[in-house]
């Protein structure tokens, strides 16, 4: 059964970069029918979609954080990687890693499974 | 692009039926039968409980099932019980391989 494992630090001061990785066992990121998104969710509040990468390298961002937002994959290591720079305490947050259905038409939709996540603050 | 639009709250009995809506625009789930439908249980993950509009994942209880008419789209759950007492999101393609979540539907059961 495939599994996602979100890492990386708990911690990141303000105007600095967020880093995380998601390692995917038990499943090849090399998948031509899925991409690899990464959603976030504030303390107390709704999901938000941050982007999603394909195991060529190609991405799709959220227009509200593109100018911050690099999302890669390392399909050696079967992971993805998410950096988010000049964070500020807004992005606090959990973040997930997930499994993107890819459609026959090239459409990218639904999140299945997903990962624990895991909280990031960001505080001085 | 906005957040899709979900009743902050819905409750209901043990047994009865229940319809959460989730309300866009002619842009996304009026133009797209790309929603999908998310169970949280506090301190989990998002569960996948319906994709494009319709289908049920393998695993998925029947109980569960969703509609769509014009921009709203709804899940309903048939059969009301207490471990279906989570927070649900909806989510809508929006073009361009983007999405917008909904900003969730806390459920209780009485």
């Known amino acids: 059964q495939l599994r996602l494992q979100e890492s990386g630090p708990g911690l990141v001061k303000p105007s600095e970069t967020l880093s995380l990785t998601c390692a995917v066992s038990?499943?090849?990121?090399?998948?031509?029918?899925?991409?690899w998104g990464w959603i976030r969710q504030p303390p107390g509040k709704g999901l938000e979609w941050v982007g999603s990468v394909y195991y060529t390298g190609s991405t799709h961002y959220n227009p509200s954080l593109k100018s911050r937002v690099t999302i890669s994959v390392d399909t050696s290591k079967n992971q993805v990687s998410l950096k988010l720079n000049s964070v500020t305490a807004a992005d606090t947050a959990v973040y997930y890693c997930?499994?993107?259905?890819?459609?026959?038409?090239?459409?990218?939709?639904?999140?299945?499974?997903w990962g624990q996540g895991t909280l990031v603050t960001v505080s001085s | 692009q906005s957040a899709l639009t979900q009743p902050a709250s819905v409750s209901g009995s043990p047994g009865q039926s229940i319809t959460i809506s989730c309300t866009g625009t002619s842009s996304d789930v009026g133009t797209y039968n790309y929603v999908s439908w998310y169970q949280q249980h506090p301190g989990k993950a998002p569960k996948l409980m319906i994709f494009?509009?319709?289908d049920r994942p393998s695993g998925v209880s029947t109980r569960f099932s969703g509609s769509k008419s014009g921009n709203t789209a709804s899940l309903t759950i048939s059969g009301l019980q207490a471990e279906d007492e989570a927070d649900y999101y909806c989510s809508s393609y929006i073009g361009n391989n983007n999405l917008i979540f909904g900003g969730g539907t806390k459920v209780t059961v009485l």
């Open positions: 038990a499943g090849s990121i090399s998948s031509s029918d899925h991409y």
């Open positions: 997930a499994r993107q259905q890819r459609k026959y038409n090239g459409v990218c939709s639904e999140f299945d499974p």
């Open positions: 494009d509009v319709t």
